[in-house]
């Protein structure tokens, strides 16, 4: 019998990346947009930019693509599990249905829009099933979001029974998610943006970025890019954006993925396409094509360096301890990998997308690129951020939300 893999995504691993050298050194010294980190949201947003008319210079401090976007769990439009109600007294109602319903068509989106780029690996879009304690506290759950024009149904008795065989009295039943194949969606994505002839340069860190009130310098070692608009698409605001740092949260998201299950266990525990999230824990599971259970959540502190592999093997226990207590049936299915991934965004867990009032020539994304469906998302929003034709859905991703709460 294997171990378990620690510290490694299953994704490349079992469909391995195909890798691409890009040149380490730009030889542009202007560009209509310079786009900064090349994760999932930068790279599909420097090709939609391209694909906008713009001249657009690439520019990542490793590797394209081969950062913790590959890592990610696979699981998409996961934040629609939030709790609406908190949501709606925190921001009100309009910015929080807008942040929901954008969110909620999410993977729908990921998914149409891979199929017209012909990028492989969007998966499919599945139902949820949120599991109720108490059943009361869901309802208004249900109530608040309804009266929002939202869409989510409370399911219980015989109704929940069909559903699903796990341990539990109820559950809330949403749209919006799906599970995807992370990799394959960055390779199609390299593939696309090579052919866009998009500039790009890796292994090219950016020092700084200045700015007048007229243009923005990024400065790349010794050689200058001047520009018009700059989009930060980094994992947190860092040394490029640091007055930022104030208005991010970071924690860290553990995953496991079983062997695959015998069919006989794969029929009692009867999750077929559908997604189990349990936000009390929390954590989410689903079933893959191949029969093996996919877990991901036990979000925490971003542990040290020192402390990462010992934080991915106990939470790998803990996540599947917990599938147990739902599904006896599972008893010694073994975990074959678990890993993780570090992620910011929001103090409401939601993504960071838009312009910021310190940063006259910069745009900016956080919180997106360990869900491709959410990057997909982003890199819209950032490119019509940079034509001036932002909606009041991309408005309810912006900084304002918070930099003041509203009641």
Not at 147 to 173: E, H, I, Q, S, Y
Not at 274 to 299: E, F, Q, Y
Request: aromatic share 4%; charged share 20%.
């Amino acid at each position: 019998m294997s171990r378990t893999r620690y510290g490694v995504g299953p994704w490349a691993v079992l469909a391995p990346p195909t890798t691409k050298a890009f040149p380490t050194k730009p030889d542009v010294e202007t560009a209509d947009v310079v786009v900064v980190g090349a994760g999932l949201t930068g790279i599909l947003t420097a090709t939609a930019l391209k694909a906008a008319g713009h001249a657009v210079v690439l520019l990542e401090a490793g590797r394209v693509g081969a950062g913790h976007s590959r890592a990610a769990s696979g699981l998409t439009g996961m934040l629609v599990t939030a709790d609406y109600r908190t949501l709606e007294a925190t921001h009100g109602r309009k910015i929080a249905r807008a942040l929901m319903s954008a969110v909620t068509t999410a993977a729908a989106t990921l998914t149409s829009g891979l199929a017209k780029a012909k990028i492989p690996g969007a998966g499919d879009t599945r139902p949820l099933l949120a599991l109720a304690e108490p059943v009361k506290g869901w309802d208004r759950d249900v109530a608040a979001r309804t009266a929002a024009g939202l869409t989510a149904a409370t399911v219980t008795g015989a109704a929940f029974a069909k559903a699903t065989t796990a341990d539990a009295p109820a559950a809330m039943r949403l749209g919006g998610v799906g599970l995807a194949e992370p990799s394959r969606i960055v390779t199609g994505a390299i593939t696309r943006l090579a052919s866009a002839r998009v500039k790009v340069c890796e292994k090219s860190p950016v020092t700084r970025i200045t700015f007048t009130r007229v243009d923005a310098t990024v400065h790349v070692g010794s050689h200058t890019i001047v520009t018009p608009r700059v989009v930060i698409c980094t994992d947190a605001p860092g040394a490029l954006a640091p007055t930022l740092d104030r208005h991010t949260r970071g924690f860290e998201r553990y995953h496991v993925l079983t062997a695959p299950m015998p069919a006989a266990m794969r029929k009692a525990v009867k999750l077929g396409a559908t997604v189990l999230a349990d936000t009390s824990v929390p954590l989410a599971v689903t079933a893959t094509a191949d029969g093996r259970l996919l877990v991901s959540g036990g979000d925490g502190p971003i542990p040290a360096v020192k402390q990462r592999a010992a934080a991915q093997l106990h939470h790998t226990g803990e996540l599947m301890y917990e599938v147990l207590k739902r599904f006896p049936v599972i008893m010694g299915l073994r975990p074959e990998f678990g890993w993780s991934t570090p992620v910011v965004a929001g103090p409401d867990r939601f993504p960071l997308i838009g312009p910021h009032r310190q940063y006259p020539h910069q745009l900016f994304s956080f919180g997106t690129d360990r869900d491709p469906a959410l990057a997909w998302m982003a890199s819209r929003m950032l490119t019509r951020a940079v034509a001036h034709e932002t909606d009041a859905a991309d408005e309810a991703f912006g900084f304002s939300r918070v930099q003041e709460e509203r009641h």
